[in-house]
């Protein structure tokens, strides 16, 4: 079996690797204060080919979510593709996305568990999970669903800092 080569997209993905600190909002509901979160994650390399994130993060009134992320590149499709859980949550997360022209950010599509009031239990939505290099120390997770408008409504953001 040939090993594939790696390419421009999986090197995008191994400014990833290394250890992170993390600190960032999410928002809770309408009229709610936003929530302030901190985490860590290391992100390791599958291969040169795939990218696995470990995070850690404080849970609002004590304990601790822990979360994988895992990317990689699909030459065949054009498109990166990964999955994301938590210990929080029982829904497996299943991204597909491209960089946008700037090759800064990278938009991820994914479907999740509709969190809308009165949504129908086991209804899904499409969410986005967007990652923006401002440089290769620090980077932005921003998270978004449709609003009913369906206009695309921020309700994550999380800085991480690379450690040492």
């Not at 421009?8 to 960032?24: C, D, F, I, S, T």
């Not at 470990?54 to 304990?63: A, L, S, T, Y």
């Not at 997770?141 to 800092?161: I, N, Q, T």
């Amino acid at each position: 079996m040939m090993i594939p080569e790696p390419q421009n997209q999986h090197k995008w993905l191994a400014r990833l690797v290394g250890p992170w600190e993390m600190e960032g909002e999410c928002m809770t509901g309408p009229g709610q204060p936003p929530m302030k979160v901190r985490g860590r994650e290391v992100v390791r390399s599958l291969g040169g080919l795939w990218t696995i994130g470990e995070g850690v993060g404080e849970m609002p009134g004590g304990g601790e979510s822990r979360s994988i992320m895992t990317l990689g590149y699909d030459p065949q499709r054009q498109k990166f593709v990964g999955s994301f859980i938590a210990s929080v949550m029982t829904h497996l997360w299943l991204y597909e996305g491209s960089l946008d022209a700037s090759g800064k950010v990278l938009t991820l599509d994914c479907k999740g568990p509709n969190m809308m009031p009165g949504a129908n239990p086991g209804e899904l939505m499409p969410y986005q999970d967007i990652i923006e290099f401002v440089d290769d120390n620090h980077r932005i997770l921003r998270s978004r669903a449709p609003g009913p408008d369906g206009k695309w409504v921020p309700f994550m953001e999380a800085h991480y800092h690379r450690t040492r």
